[in-house]
């Protein structure tokens, strides 16, 4: 979606809306701990992000990788900034094209900043010497397909303090193309809303987005401010100067100066905020929570369907999914790109050869062995893996090896029910509970357009020892209600149902289908059970060969069945629960003891704490 169409919104909505700029990291690790971070960030609303463009597009592979990934498969409308300095035409095309094949549909024109290296801007040979040429450039090339905008200077540019002379360029990178602005950082809001007047005044009619720079640090506060030759107002120097030295008294009372500032723009008719994150969640989240602008249940973020939709330029209109993918979003878009089965961007049958591909799709663990081992523990005993899941239910751990992210309030419903078949030794990977008719705007369950119904069925999934699974499936098979899918690592599989999709979660709105985003069928089954003994196996191998935590957790991923439930009486959760009342898993508080005569082919999967197995 265009930015400008999104500002249309929000201003017709009379609420404000927000945006994040990111730049790219310098490290793989770095680069895996922004994706997280933008993960979370996504929760507090953003209209839209942007990823910087270094000068003469250093990392430029990089920004346009982050641009494919933030689009497709964290589902964030992003804008792609695209500078002019030492860029040749032939690279501009290249990075076009990267943002057209990801579906991005923004670019942010600027001229930019010249190379270390360089002092003084220079045009690349067959490049573009001015932004508004770049604007011309997209314009005529990719017609109306990429909102462009670009960048505003209230206090001047580095080499180029006329304000006045800069607002007539500015004029001219308008009529060339551009259809919004987005400006440098400032703290003298008056100083901005004059300069707003004046835009006006000269006929520039785009929207005007104001870059607002977080507090972080004092240093970092007074380094940014000079670098772009920002003026502070004196108050603000009054303020922060006392407590120069002690970071949290800085950010909050950081938080409250910009928050100010911000109420103040909004009050005179700015209605989006432009945060420079630098890469840090922290001080931007505190402003917005001060501005009330973090999603809450009176006004929650809206979901267009119970999970997150990607923006990839062949899968905009994708509206059904496996359940199995629940917890691994990224993992379910990323290996399922290349699939041919997307003529019109809707998922419809998995039937694809590459279905069952895991290696080129970077499905594995995520995070480094020492990270894990410092997440879950060495556990010696199923009674320590027990734990584990169960402060991943009661939200004390931020993810488990089937979960790429915290549990949701969905689960509230069935948390008891959750925490005590772990007690007793199951290992739950993936729930929901049951919903009968609950409004589409509901806080926790709503999903889809305003006015309508949604509605799932009870589901569970599990990891079944092999000395209870005869047990287990025999009473699943006793309630004619209930269909399962059962399968070892082998591949051995068990089922009391039909080889069709099975909906398990739909809704009702006016004036359309019925809707029925998220299913359960065989051929994607078998699809997630080499992923999720692939994850179980990656979680063993973070410790070493010979310790009791490798052969416990390998053990478990070796024998154990994994089994899916759903409860087709979608008035009913309890009975999915009921089918383990007075089971449990013996010796759960056993220590495995590690033999001396490791497997050879253990010792060769070893590896070193701190190594990486793998990386999503």
Sequence with gaps: MHIKDKLAEEKA???????????????????????????RMHSWGPAFVDITWGAGGRLSDLTCEMVNVTQSIYGLETCMHLTCTDMPREKIDAALQAAYKAGCTNIL????????????????DG????????????????GNHFDIGVGGYPEGCDDNRDVDLLIDHLKEKVDAGSTFIITQMFYDVDNFINWVEKCRAKGITVPIIPGIMP???????????????????????EALEPVKNDDAIVREIGTKLVADMCRKLIASGIYHLHFYTMNLAQATRMILEELKLTPSEETPLHKPLPWRQSL????????????????????????TQEWDE???????????PAFGELDTYGIGLKGTNDQNIKLWGEPKSLKDVSDTFIRYIEGNLDRLPWSEAPITAEADAIKSDLIDLNKRGFLTINSQP???????????YGWGPKNGYVYQKAYLELLVPPELIDEVIGRIEKNEDLTYYCISKKGELRSNTSDSPNAVTWGIFASKEVIQPTIVETISFLAWKDEAYRLGDDWAKCHQPSSPSRKLIQNIMDNWYIVNIVNNDFHKTHDIFDIFKGLSVKNIESEVTPSDDVPADAQADGVKAGETTTSN
């Design 13 to 39: 909505s009379g609420r404000p809306g927000i945006s994040f700029e990111f730049f790219p990291p310098k490290t793989a690790q770095g680069v895996q701990n922004l994706y997280d971070r933008m993960d």
């Design 109 to 124: 024109a600027l001229r930019g900043d010249p190379p270390r290296e360089k002092e003084t801007w220079e045009a690349a």
């Design 127 to 142: 490049g573009f010497r001015y932004a508004k040429d770049l604007v011309k450039y997209i314009r005529d090339k990719y």
């Design 215 to 237: 507090i972080q640090t004092y240093a970092a506060f007074i380094r940014r401010s000079n670098w772009t030759k920002s003026r502070i107002p004196p108050e603000w120097m």
């Design 312 to 335: 990839g330029l062949r899968r905009r209109g994708e509206d059904v999914r496996p359940i199995f993918w629940r917890n691994r979003n990224s993992s379910y878009v990323v290996r």
């Design 342 to 352: 997307y003529p019109n961007g809707r998922w419809t049958d998995s039937r694809s």
């Design 434 to 444: 049951a919903v009968n008719g609950a409004k589409s705007s509901h806080p926790v």
